[in-house]
C-alpha cells in the first residue's frame, strides 16, 4: 500500500500525520511526501529558509519516508501563483506516486495556503484521473486549523481517530528536529501542546493518544 502526505508546508506533515505514518508503515505502508513551499527569503532570509530545508532532509531521513518530493512555491504567498500551476505539481507527483491513501489539508484552515493546497489536491485526486486512489483525508494543523472557527460550517470535526500510542515519543522526536520552528508552551505547535492535545483526542475514544482525520472521500468502509 502506498501513502501520499501533501503539506503547504516543512512540519505540516509531522503536525498533522506524524504518528500515523510511524503507524502505517509498521502495518507495511510506503509513505510518501511532497512538500510544496520553500520559504519566504524576503521576510526571513536566504539563510533562514536554507536551514528550514535542511531540517526538513534531516526529519525526512527521520521518518518513514520511502520518497519525498520537494517544492518551490512561496510560503504564505501561494495565492500570486496560478492555480493550474499548483493543481499541475501536485497531480505529477500523484499520477508517479499512484497513491492509495492520500492526506491533506483541511479544507477550511485559517492559513490561505492550506486551502489552496487542500483544493489543488481535490483537483488532483478526482477519481477518473486517479481511480487508484481509495481514501482521501484531511489533517488538522494546530495554530492554523483551530483558528477558522468563525462559522460552524468552518469548523474541523473530528470523525477518524488513529491510535498513536506506541509513535507519539517519534512524533514529538521529529516536530523537534524543526528548531527553527519550535514554539515556546503553551503554544498550541509547542512540543507540550501537541502531545496534550494528542492525547486529549485519544482519550475522546479510549486511546492514550490519537491523530484525527476528515474523511474526504472513502471509497470503502
Request: aromatic share 10%.
Amino acid at each position: 500500500m502506498k501513502v501520499l502526505v501533501i503539506a503547504s508546508h516543512p512540519d505540516d506533515e509531522v503536525l498533522g500525520a506524524g504518528g500515523t505514518v510511524f503507524d502505517l508503515t509498521e502495518k507495511g505502508a510506503k509513505i510518501y511526501f511532497l512538500i510544496m513551499t520553500r520559504g519566504m527569503e524576503e521576510i526571513h532570509g536566504k539563510e533562514k529558509v536554507e536551514m528550514l530545508r535542511e531540517e526538513a532532509r534531516e526529519v525526512h531521513k527521520f521518518l518513514p519516508s520511502t520518497e519525498t518530493t520537494f517544492l518551490d512555491f512561496p510560503s504564505l504567498n501561494m495565492d500570486t501563483v496560478p492555480k493550474r500551476d499548483i493543481n499541475r505539481s501536485i497531480e505529477e507527483v500523484v499520477q508517479k506516486v499512484r497513491p492509495e491513501i492520500v492526506f491533506t489539508h483541511f479544507m477550511n484552515d485559517f492559513n490561505n495556503d492550506h486551502q489552496l493546497v487542500s483544493a489543488a489536491t481535490m483537483v488532483a485526486v478526482r477519481p477518473y484521473v486517479a481511480p487508484f486512489i481509495r481514501k482521501v483525508y484531511g489533517y488538522e494543523v494546530m495554530s492554523s486549523t483551530e483558528w477558522n472557527c468563525n462559522s460552524p460550517n468552518n469548523m474541523f470535526i473530528a470523525l477518524c481517530f488513529n491510535d498513536i500510542s506506541k509513535h507519539l515519543d517519534k512524533k514529538l522526536q521529529a516536530l523537534k528536529m524543526y528548531k527553527s520552528q519550535q514554539k515556546e508552551y503553551p503554544h498550541t505547535r509547542s512540543v507540550k501542546s501537541v502531545a496534550n492535545h494528542a492525547s486529549q483526542r485519544g482519550n475522546i475514544v479510549g486511546f492514550e493518544a490519537a491523530e484525527c482525520f476528515y474523511p474526504i472521500r472513502l471509497k470503502e468502509i
